[in-house]
């Protein structure tokens, strides 16, 4: 073949390459540069921050003033459960007691805690979807956890313990992953030891350790282990799962009040377990569940579609287990007590979240095999972005119009958290710091705010009027410590002692009345209601007056 013929052939297949590829297009991928997904990941956390940071001295509502008194108290050195009785384990209390520490004992020094942990928390979901389904994955699950965790339907600006069980299982979540793929001992520890913390922080953080030893088992029976290193596996994860209460009760020991700490945590926190109905929880389900999802509906919504995904996209089948499975242990954690109140579903967002990346990451991935392939990718993320949008707007007077204290007001309408501030103010300017007070009522904040000392273990009257085997000794045993430590004012929740479905009602008031009696209380103080609002009104004396709400009482 002469060298012209030769040129003029290799001229032909170049010429027939190039129509062969506009003939069959090569299926769009779109991969964001690494930096891509930081930056979002950055623009997503400092949104939600500016968000909390704009309603920082929202007023603690009653779970906030338990644990911040209780974290006030051990920075004085007063272990739990010698002023303050509840059934929660203590981990909050501790966590509480840092914030307070690092960031000032003040309803601001809270809520930057809370702040900074959520944002660790996004970064950690970032962080952990990315790890099983790639980063546009992390991106979505990370902003659908910001976004979800900030409803003001979850009462997610309030620093409810299950954030903080969040926090440590999402730990604990990556490190499992990296301990199952990489087969290292001491991550393994280490992933036992943060869902240790999660239980911790609060009983049903138990239920993430179930998961977690159950899907270890599952990883390993799968890969055809060895039975023996199984077992050893299995036994690592335990110990770093037992070793965070080991340890506290030690110090629980150590302190003195062990006995209280075994009574609250687990008696009366089974008894607690079981007031609820059957029939009631399931209503109570319903109603909450509705509340919850309504302003989020459609992130929501992405989550439920992100279920299907697993049986469509086969890149992801093989973490089926691992995400249905938290799903289904998330959801068990929400379940006991069948309370279901709508904080406790925030421990159900993680699951949620990485359904959330899901499908979008599935989503773009089978739109991208198409022919009209970069508009039809863009979908899912698009879609994603309406769901945020409506999400953000139906919250929009929350997150960017109302003050702290309106915000507190339309979150809490029956309450009165604004005021207890003012009233602790009152305490804390006219009294000395070895002033104490006891609320017959449950409002633990006012300890809080005021710096004083609680006369009696009971900082919430609740356990004491329900109907429940201990309801009569705990009133007794109040009774008992007031009377023995003879506090400078009396705060008295009128209605919720006239709460004639509980209990006792007369020998509680006749006590109450006959103890005002005798030791030469005078009321000081009331609060009313004045049309939609309340009314706090100061006297020395003041008069009783059959419709106050609270009563502020000073021993002569």
């Known amino acids: 073949m002469t060298p012209t013929k030769r040129a003029a052939g290799s001229l032909r297949k170049r010429s027939a390459t190039p129509g062969k590829r506009s003939a069959h297009p090569k299926p769009f991928q779109w991969r964001p540069p690494r930096w891509l997904g930081i930056v979002l990941l950055c623009l997503v956390v400092l949104f939600f921050a500016l968000i909390r940071i704009r309603l920082l001295k929202i007023p603690l509502e009653r779970d906030e003033g338990e644990y911040a008194y209780a974290g006030q108290l051990i920075l004085q050195g007063i272990p739990p459960y010698k002023l303050v009785y509840n059934m929660k384990l203590p981990g909050t209390y501790a966590a509480y007691a840092l914030f307070l520490l690092v960031f000032g004992q003040s309803t601001t020094g809270v809520h930057i805690g809370l702040m900074l942990m959520n944002a660790a928390t996004t970064v950690m979901m970032f962080v952990l979807a990315k790890r099983l389904f790639g980063q546009l994955a992390g ?56 869902f240790g913390l999660a239980f911790l922080m609060k ?211 029956k309450s009165i958290f604004p005021e207890a501030v003012t009233i602790a103010d009152y305490i804390r300017t006219n009294s000395p ?43 007794e045993e109040m009774f008992k410590e007031i009377e023995a430590s003879r506090p400078d004012f009396l705060l008295i929740d009128h209605l919720l002692w006239l709460n004639v479905y509980s209990i006792g009602m007369d020998e509680r008031l006749a006590w109450i009345n006959r103890y005002v009696r005798d030791h030469n209380y005078r009321i000081i103080g009331d609060l009313s209601e004045a049309g939609t609002r309340t009314a706090l009104r100061w006297g020395d004396p003041l008069e009783y007056k059959d419709d106050a709400l609270w009563y502020v009482l000073r021993r002569k």
């Open 139 to 194: 991106v979505a699950a990370a902003a659908s956890y910001a976004l979800l965790s900030a409803g003001a339907a979850i009462m997610g600006l309030q620093a409810h313990a299950t954030h903080f069980v969040v926090f440590a299982v999402v730990a604990g979540l990556i490190l499992l992953h990296w301990a199952a793929a990489a087969g290292r001992p001491y991550v393994l520890f280490l992933s036992g030891v943060m």
């Open 203 to 413: 009983q049903p953080g138990l239920f993430f350790s179930l998961f977690a030893g159950i899907y270890l088992l599952y990883e390993q029976w799968h890969e055809k282990q060895p039975w023996r290193k199984q077992l050893i596996r299995a036994g690592i994860l335990g110990v770093g799962v037992v070793l965070p209460l080991a340890l506290t009760c030690l110090i629980i020991l150590s302190a003195g009040v062990f006995d209280k700490f075994r009574f609250w945590v687990f008696n009366y926190a089974y008894a607690y377990a079981n007031i609820v109905s059957l029939s009631d929880g399931i209503q109570s389900l319903e109603d909450n569940l509705t509340h919850i999802i309504g302003p989020a509906f459609g992130v929501w919504s992405l989550a439920g579609i992100g279920l299907s995904a697993f049986a469509w996209d086969q890149t992801i089948r093989k973490h089926m287990v691992f995400v249905l499975g938290l799903l289904l242990f998330s959801f068990a954690a929400v379940c006991p007590g069948l309370y279901f109140r709508p904080h406790y579903f925030i421990l159900m967002l993680p699951a949620v979240s990485l359904l959330v990346g899901v499908w979008v990451s599935s989503a773009t991935r089978l739109l991208s095999k198409g022919q009209f392939t970069a508009k039809l990718a863009a979908i899912p993320a698009l879609l994603l972005l309406a769901a945020f949008g409506n999400t953000i707007f139906w919250q929009s007077p929350f997150y960017f119009n109302m003050d702290p204290l309106t915000a507190c007001r339309w979150l809490y309408p």
């Open 433 to 475: 710091s070895s002033a104490s007070v006891a609320v017959l009522g449950s409002e633990p904040e006012i300890y809080f705010y005021a710096n004083r000392h609680s006369a009696t273990g009971y900082i919430y009257n609740f356990a004491l009027l329900e109907r429940q085997q201990f309801a009569r000794d705990m009133q």
